[in-house]
């Protein structure tokens, strides 16, 4: 069965600090995601990593993916107040399945204070 | 471009009551999913709607849960009788289709409370 951890599941960080999530995946999958959640919010989709070795970085994020390790990391550079969100990855639970169909770890709860 | 649309947006109910959700996908979506998301969790996938078949059931307790898409384009999703864990937000998404490179939108969610 599919598992997918992610650690840590709270974050405090501050203002101009770097700081990486970690999301580990017990079988192989050929597609991994991270998501925003804002309180009462939906899913904002961050980033899509879809082979070995995928990099994305958009802003202050950065999204790395190691099939081999079944290990992605979103490293954040720099933190600023309006990151504070709650992180989730997610991964593929069928080989060329929908996007939609997936297993989402726990979350973790980022709070970037000044 | 319209996002997915989800009503009501909060419910508050009885355990052993019935319940009801609605969702209508983004225009031209074949694919809709519901998740279900218990405070401090992740969301869990309950089904997956390709035009109006299911494509994938397996973690939808059917017993009490039920879902539809008749017409290929709205849902409606279930709780017959609830029970006080169905406490959740239960979330739709949809995509235009079912290749790995087809991003899913999720809606904002109809948070239930089963007292």
């Known amino acids: 069965e599919l598992k997918v951890e992610q650690n840590p599941l709270f974050l405090s960080m501050q203002e101009g600090k770097n700081y990486t999530i970690y999301c580990n995946y017990s079988?192989?999958?050929?597609?991994l995601y991270w998501y925003r959640q804002d309180p009462g919010k939906s899913l904002e989709s961050l980033f899509v990593?879809?082979?070995?070795?995928a990099v994305k970085q958009e802003g202050r994020l950065m999204a790395s993916l190691d099939t081999k390790a079944r290990l992605s990391t979103l490293h954040i550079t720099a933190a600023v107040h309006d990151l504070s969100a709650t992180y989730f990855c997610?991964?593929?639970?069928?080989?060329?399945?929908?996007?939609?169909?997936?297993?989402f770890g726990k979350g973790t709860k980022l709070s970037v204070k000044p | 471009e319209a996002g997915v649309a989800q009503s009501p947006r909060y419910k508050i109910i009885e355990k052993r009551q019935s319940v009801a959700f609605w969702c209508n996908p983004i225009?031209?979506?074949?694919?809709l999913y519901w998740y279900q998301q218990i405070l401090g969790q992740g969301p869990k996938l309950l089904i997956q709607?390709?035009?109006?078949?299911?494509?994938?059931d397996s973690q939808l307790p059917k017993d009490r849960f039920s879902a539809e898409r008749l017409k290929g384009v709205d849902s409606t999703l279930k709780i017959q009788p609830a029970k006080l864990e169905d406490s959740a937000v239960y979330l739709c998404?949809?995509?235009?289709?079912?290749?790995?490179?087809?991003?899913?939108?999720f809606g904002q969610g109809t948070r239930l409370t089963v007292v």
């Open positions: 998404a949809s995509s235009v289709g079912q290749g790995i490179r087809t991003e899913a939108f």
């Open positions: 079988t192989t999958s050929d597609r």
């Open positions: 225009s031209g979506h074949a694919t």
């Open positions: 709607f390709q035009n109006n078949g299911v494509v994938d």
């Open positions: 997610a991964v593929g639970r069928d080989y060329g399945g929908s996007q939609g169909n997936l297993i």
């Open positions: 990593l879809l082979s070995n070795g």
